[in-house]
T-cell receptor
Framework: NAGVTQTPKFQVLKTGQSMTLQCAQD?????MSWYRQDPGMGLRLIHY???????DQGEVPNGYNVSRSTTEDFPLRLLSAAPSQTSVYFC?????????????FGDGTRLSIL | GQQVMQIPQYQHVQEGEDFTTYCNSS?????IQWYKQRPGGHPVFLIQ?????EVKKQKRLTFQFGEAKKNSSLHITATQTTDVGTYFC??????????FGTGTQLKVEL
């Protein structure tokens, strides 16, 4: 089992560029989520999904879009990158439809916006 | 939204000393989870507490959930260099959103 796979691992963008961070899981988990991690601020929830076709906003959704067309994939799109979006992004998945199950994290994408 | 405060932000200990991190919420929590993140790594699930007053142990780690389900603690007895990392609590208020605390970074010196 690969678990949760995130690509790319590292990315440098210029301000205004767009890109998609990929996240895939092979555990048939219903719940998937995206977090960003900044120094001293822990992990902040960007968007989450309780199943295919259903997404909802977390605490810091502005500037990001998500979709969930399949159970396995949950891509995160940056529409117009800004330096404030420089961060480490983690995707996570869990069984069930809530955040009350153990979360399995990917290895993260380290994103720098110049 | 759900807010979870975690203290301290940093802790330096000598190997063999004990370590405790605390997690506090102003609202009642449905459950609380604890994660460990090694430097350069991703968070790894340690344990979940659900019941009021619950205490669980994993070797040298002791986890407690407060009677009012508004606070929790993680205590490590006799720290080792392998305990280095950042410890996070995470909680839901009953909905689908899992909110993480700001974490406690533990450094262990020989």
């Amino acid at each position: 089992n690969a678990g949760v796979t995130q690509t790319p691992k590292f990315q440098v963008l210029k301000t205004g560029q767009s890109m998609t961070l990929q996240c895939a899981q092979d555990m048939n988990h219903e719940y998937m989520s995206w977090y960003r991690q900044d120094p001293g601020m822990g992990l902040r929830l960007i968007h989450y999904s309780v199943g295919a076709g259903i997404t909802d906003q977390g605490e810091v959704p502005n500037g990001y879009n998500v979709s969930r067309s399949t159970t396995e994939d949950f891509p995160l799109r940056l529409l117009s990158a800004a330096p404030s979006q420089t961060s480490v992004y983690f995707c996570a998945s869990s069984p069930g439809t809530g955040g009350n199950q153990p979360q399995h994290f990917g290895d993260g994408t380290r994103l720098s916006i110049l | 939204g759900q807010q979870v405060m975690q203290i301290p932000q940093y802790q330096h200990v000598q190997e063999g000393e004990d370590f405790t991190t605390y997690c506090n919420s102003s609202t009642t929590l449905s459950n609380i989870q604890w994660y460990k993140q090694r430097p350069g790594g991703h968070p790894v699930f340690l344990i979940q507490l659900v019941k009021s007053g619950e205490v669980k142990k994993q070797k040298r780690l002791t986890f407690q959930f407060g009677e009012a389900k508004k606070n929790s603690s993680l205590h490590i007895t006799a720290t080792q260099t392998t305990d280095v990392g950042t410890y996070f609590c995470a909680a839901t208020g009953g909905g689908n959103k899992l909110t993480f605390g700001t974490g406690t970074q533990l450094k262990v010196e020989l």
